[in-house]
Every structure is written in structure tokens, then in C-alpha cells.
């Protein structure tokens, strides 16, 4: 990404042509990355850069083709949500995330596939069918933010932005060998991001590197009053030369790397964590006795904020009705049945359940409760370490034909990704090495709220002093 | 712990979803299994923690009352699935 913008300014390269070039590999697509490709659209934002470029004052993302998960609204682009429900729906207004990028310049080449709302692992319950992994076709990409994480892997496009509630940016990018962040909450606008749990969803950068993710990370960070949990305080530019791991406190959980662990997913994240100590970082063992609640808090906490965000699809004021209906509730109850699919239909579901008379304390407040715990290990943690490292997810790519069917396995999956999203924190995915298959591993690095500064630093002088992430499918 | 067919439709009434038996059964098995995992966090003793809705300890957010633009009536109907006269339509709300 870097390198294209400094072409575009020595004439090497012009933002049409990278365009059309782009678009061409997208129409030659085998792994179904892409529900809308909107190429009108993307070489009219890339004429535009082009004057753009005549400026000094041009950024670093003028000119350069990204893509935008389909839960992020674009005006006059359909954003379906890879839902039936949405599947005709034109926004008329763009995500704040969006509009920076198009103010920056940036050429929005179309909308990429993803789990139904965000509700999956796989990239696998969409309208569109499924993703694959570009790195072995007959696997999964991850999920939910897969069509960005192939759409990158497969070099569609230079940069994407997926969306994390438990998981959604870090294990799509552990899985496909690419960098992805979820910032703190509250660092980027959710203003045009379709709702799934507010109290957890973060829009984030997924690249081919932490500079590239940088990059974008900085372009639409900020905060925006168009979204009531937008945190105002200074954000200041990420250094892209990367940071001094001297004396750099690097925490170690133990419950990371418990049962549950493949041991080749083990033994490349002991050796990316050995890189880094090797860099100067200081290894400390630390505890976060709750984490192994968190896919229990999450999946009640996740549903019953989702339970009552996906009520407004009723059929009324946009997206798909149910024409044989009786009377209005049953309008509501067939269109809601019609448009939903069957994981969204659990997850609704299972959250009404937590949130209903006689259960409410059971479920919906205890699992609150249990996610202050989590997030007080954490506090506890970070005063005596600087950031956290351990494996983004426990397993590598799985096949699509050996899918799991049994949804309490797959919710197993987000084990390690969750704890940031109950916390706020923020959290980076970077490859860290290979399998027995060649499949690629990634390293989960976590910091304190609003230091993706450590993070992103950390990340680029370890991909300075490593290739993983070079080494394509 | 066990789901019955009649809090399956219960709670489905609640979410206004309508089920056809298939899915009461195979929501109801699922439920019962993921409901049956989350028994785990009976074990923590959570006396006097509280609860955390939110990550950050955010305030309400204010703003200047002041008047701006609004988007386009038309660009916002066009996603209705009927509207007549600048209204949209529903059926009948009261039998």
C-alpha cells in the first residue's frame, strides 16, 4: 500500500489503471470474496484521486483500492448484511468509516462477504454462499469478516475493513495469513455499521501488514458525534517505523494455551513469542483466571444486545416483507421467519431467552457480572505487563466439507477473541508461522485500552525482523 | 436443565419469529445444549460485582442543539417495501 502510494507520486503508477487492475482480478475470483463489486463506482473514485494526487497535501491513501465488509453502510451501494432480509437495501448515507476513506481518497472497489450480521466463524452462512480461503480453496476463510480476509489474501484489493464483536477481524486474518485489528471501543466510529452487540463491535483494518493496517487504522480512528460511544481525546498518527522492544513487558497467559490448544498452533506462537524476547521484550507469565468464562458471557451478553438490535427488521421501514400476512404482527413474525437464517434465528433467540421474565438475572446479570471479572484480570494484568501475547484461535483453517455443524463447538472457536471485545481493548492478529499443512497461524497481541501505539509498534518491527507474513498462498 | 417445546414458542412470540416444527425441534435441542454451557458461570461467586453493560465508563454524550441537513425523504422511502403519498404502509394493525 505504502509503496503504491509512492509510485503514484512518481507518475510509476496511475489509481485508474490500479483500478482496473483490481477489478480485473476481482472478475476472475474464484473465491467468492465479494457479494457487490461496485466497479462504476470505484473508477469514478479513482479519476477523482488522481486530481487529488496533483496536491502535496494528498494522503497516504489517495488513489489506493480497498474493500468494505457488506455490514458497513455505502450510500447508493446495497448492503445486504449477506442477509436475505437486507438483500435489496440501498443505504442513503455512508458509514462514517467510509466517508473518511473516501475524503482521503481512498477507491471503494465493493462490498465483501461475511456471516449473516456478523453471527459466524466460517463465512459460510451468507446469501452470497460461501467464501474459501485463498490459501487452500477447500477450506474457510474465518468469520465473520472472511470476504475481507480472502479479498486481502488473495490481493483483490490493497486493504479492507471488517468489523469485530468476539472475534470477527483477528480470526478471519489468523486464518487467511494477514494482519488484522480490532481497535479499542470507542476509537472508531460504529456510526453506519449495521448493529449486531453494540457494547462489543468495533470496526477495524485487515492488510497484507501492520504498516498497511496502520495506515487505514489512522484514517478512520476518531472520534464522531454521530455515535454516542465515540471516545473524545487526541488520536495521534501511528509511527509507522515501528517501536524498541527493549524492556518491552510482554504478557504471557496461562489459560491461552490450556486444553483446547492444537499443538502446532502452540508451537508457532511459543516461537513468535520467542521472536519478540529475542527483539529485547521481556516474557512474564500472568493470570486472567475469568477468561475461561468469556465465551459463556459472551454468547448471553452478545445475543441479547443482538436480540433487541435485529428487532427493527420487521418489514416495515426497509428490507424484505412477508406479503400474506393476516394482520401486522403477523407480518412482523412471517417477514422476520422468510428473511432470517438459522444461526441468526438461534442467536435471536438465545438472547430473547436470556433477557426474558424469570431468566434475567440468571443469565443477562450474571454474565455481566462475570464480564467485570474479566475485564478487572485484565486491568490487574496490565500492571504487570505491557502487552499480552498468546494465539489469536486454536486451530488453523478447518475444511468447509469437514464443517462443524454443532453451533456450541464452532462459538468454542472464539475462545481467545472474545476477552478483548467483553474489555473494550484493543487487539492485533499477525502471522507468526505455518502448520504441518502450511496452513498459517496467528499471534493475538493485546494492549490497554487506546494503545494501539504498543500494539501496531510491536507488530511492525515484528514483521521487520520476520517473513511470515510474506510468504503468499 | 430442559427446554420445552412450549418456552421454544414462547420466547420465539417474544422475538416475533414464527417456527415451523423442524425448527422448534432443532432450536429447542440446540438451546438446551448452548443454555447447558452456560451453566459454567454458576460457579463464579459474583457477590457484590457490578455488572459491566459497557466497556468504558462513558457518560451521556451532548450536543450543540443546532440546526443541520436531514437526507433525502425519497432516498429513504426508496428502501420501504410500500409507502404511498410520502407514508409508509402497513396492514391493519387492529382486527
Known sequence: MLETARQYRRYEKSPVDETRAFLEKIRRDTFNAFITVDEEGALRDAKAAEELLKSPDAGALAGIPVAIKDNICTRGVRTTCASKILSEFVPSYDATVVRKLKEQGAVILGKTNLDEFAMGST???????????????????????????????????????????????????????????KPTYGSVSRYGLVAFASSLDQIGPMAPTVRDAAVLFDAIKGYDPLDSTSVPRDYTPTNLDGIDLKGLRIGVPKEFFGEGLNPEVEDAVRSGIAVLEDMGGRIVEIDLPHAGYGVAVYYIVATAEASSN??????????????????????????????????????????????????????????????????????????????????????????????IDDPLSLYLLDIYTIPANLAGLPALSIPCGFDSLGLPVGMQLMAPHFREDLLLGAGISFQDRTTYHQEGP | MKITDDEV??????????????????????????????????????????????????????????????QELADVLRNAPQHDNGYIVVPKVIG
Open chain 1, 123 to 181: 463465512t459460510t452462512l451468507s446469501i452470497a454462499g460461501p467464501t474459501r480461503n485463498p490459501r487452500d480453496p477447500s477450506r474457510t476463510p474465518g468469520g465473520s469478516s472472511g470476504g475481507s480476509g480472502a479479498a486481502v489474501a488473495a490481493g483483490l484489493c490493497a486493504g479492507a475493513l471488517g468489523s469485530d464483536t468476539g472475534g470477527s477481524i483477528r480470526m478471519p486474518a489468523s486464518f487467511c495469513g494477514i494482519t488484522g485489528l
Open chain 1, 310 to 403: 435485529l428487532a427493527r427488521y420487521d418489514g416495515v421501514r426497509y428490507g424484505l416483507r412477508a406479503n400474506d400476512a393476516l394482520d401486522l404482527g403477523d407480518m412482523y413474525a412471517r417477514t422476520r421467519d422468510m428473511g432470517f437464517g438459522p444461526e441468526v434465528k438461534r442467536r435471536i433467540m438465545l438472547g430473547t431467552y436470556a433477557l426474558s421474565a424469570g431468566y434475567y438475572d440468571a443469565y443477562y446479570r450474571k454474565a455481566s457480572q462475570v464480564r467485570t471479572l474479566i475485564a478487572e484480570d485484565f486491568r490487574k494484568a496490565f500492571s504487570q505487563c505491557d502487552i499480552i501475547a498468546g494465539p489469536t484461535t486454536p486451530v488453523t483453517a478447518f475444511r468447509l466439507d469437514e464443517m
Open chain 2, 9 to 70: 414458542l414462547h420466547v420465539a412470540a417474544l422475538a416475533r419469529i414464527r417456527l415451523d416444527d423442524d425448527e422448534i425441534l432443532s432450536l429447542r435441542n440446540d438451546l438446551d445444549k448452548i443454555l447447558g454451557y452456560m451453566d459454567i458461570l454458576s460457579s463464579v461467586d459474583t457477590t457484590g460485582v457490578n455488572p459491566t453493560h459497557h466497556p468504558l465508563p462513558l457518560v451521556n454524550a451532548m450536543r450543540d442543539d443546532r440546526e443541520q441537513g436531514c
